[in-house]
């Protein structure tokens, strides 16, 4: 059995890492604006989510093998946002006033 303590921290760091994904995929799939991000990085840290994964099986640690297929989640889509943008099937980025509000749209890109 796993010791109370550590599983505690566990969710508590696998809860701070996939909310640390949450405002990248919310500003992705609202916007659509996922030039700037790095496909590398993204390919990298899915890769080490699966690792992550495979860890936690076999140390039997369940929030590890959890807050990892979450994370592998929330990664896969904005990795799959930024591909499909990339190839000209995204959204067109959507201009925005200082308030957060859209500006209408005049026929521009």
Request: hydrophobic share 45%; with cysteine.
């Amino acid at each position: 059995m796993e010791n109370p303590g550590l599983t505690l921290l566990g969710t508590a760091a696998g809860l701070c890492t996939t909310f640390s994904f949450v405002p990248q995929v919310v500003k992705a799939w609202r916007e659509g604006d996922t030039q700037a991000i790095s496909l590398r990085m993204y390919w990298v840290s899915l890769t080490a989510f699966v690792l992550w994964m495979v860890h936690g099986l076999m140390v039997e640690s369940l929030p590890i093998v959890v807050f990892n297929a979450f994370n592998l989640g929330l990664g896969g889509l904005v990795l799959w946002l930024a591909l499909k943008g990339r190839r000209g099937g995204g959204a067109v980025p959507r201009r925005r006033r200082a308030d957060g509000t859209d500006l209408p749209d005049c026929g521009q890109p």
